[in-house]
């Protein structure tokens, strides 16, 4: 069965720190799509970054960065120079393509608080 | 602007009584979904649906209801069979049923029994 284990249940940083903040995921399918999610205080989860299995390529967007490893199953997000309005709940979830589950398994979340 | 709404922000209800959450979304998505997020436990899938008047059972189905008549309208209903219903419920759809599809989250409902 897929599973997501994101280890790290709160970071605090304080401001223009990197941090990465870390994704193992469990899966027997051998097609799959990983996601990043960032749910502020506000309630509403903002869709980051989705990554397919047969795509290692590490992504770059501006102060965030994803480095995918399917030999050690870990998906793992970097902020750079974090900033306050990085603080919130970040989900790593897990999509499988030949379960017939058309739908996300996350992990617990990690709570990220950067201080000014 | 498009988007997911859920109704009410806050819910209070007494134990014993079934409760109905709102979710309507203008995406013109086919595939609905709703979660549940506790503490520490991320997010469980309760039920899901990828076209109008058919859905799935997620982890946690039980004591929850749900019904698909319109593609905008996914309500789910928390009943008194449900052992621990506070909690916060978040209602997600996409644009697809394909394992690929990022979901789009409403601001969710926090409901509280007591």
């Known amino acids: 069965a897929q599973k997501v284990t994101q280890a790290q249940t709160e970071i605090s940083v304080v401001e223009k720190e990197d941090v990465t903040l870390d994704c193992v995921y469990e899966?027997?399918?051998?097609?799959?799509?990983l996601f990043w999610y960032k749910q502020p205080p506000s309630g509403e989860l903002v869709f980051l970054i989705r990554r397919n299995s047969f795509d290692e390529q590490n992504e770059i967007s501006g102060r965030y960065s994803w480095n995918f490893q399917k030999s050690t199953s870990s998906f793992n997000f970097t902020i750079t120079a974090s900033q306050v309005v990085d603080s919130a709940v970040y989900f790593c979830?897990?999509?499988?393509?030949?379960?017939?589950?058309?739908?996300?398994?996350f992990g617990s979340g990690t709570r990220l608080q950067v201080q000014p | 602007d498009g988007g997911i709404t859920q109704s009410p922000k806050y819910l209070f209800r007494k134990e014993g009584q079934n409760v109905t959450l709102s979710c309507e979304q203008n995406?013109?998505?086919?595939?609905m979904y709703w979660y549940r997020q506790d503490p520490g436990q991320g997010l469980r899938l309760i039920y899901y649906s990828q076209i109008v008047n058919d859905f799935q059972k997620g982890d946690i189905a039980e004591g929850y209801s749900v019904s698909r008549e319109k593609k905008e309208s996914f309500p789910l209903t928390v009943t008194s069979a449900q052992k621990n219903p506070t909690a916060f419920y978040l209602c997600a759809s996409s644009s697809g049923v394909s394992y690929n599809s990022p979901l789009h989250f409403g601001n969710g409902t926090r409901l509280t029994v007591t």
């Open positions: 979830a897990l999509s499988e393509a030949n379960t017939g589950r058309r739908a996300l398994t």
């Open positions: 899966t027997r399918d051998t097609t799959y799509y």
């Open positions: 995406l013109n998505h086919d595939a």
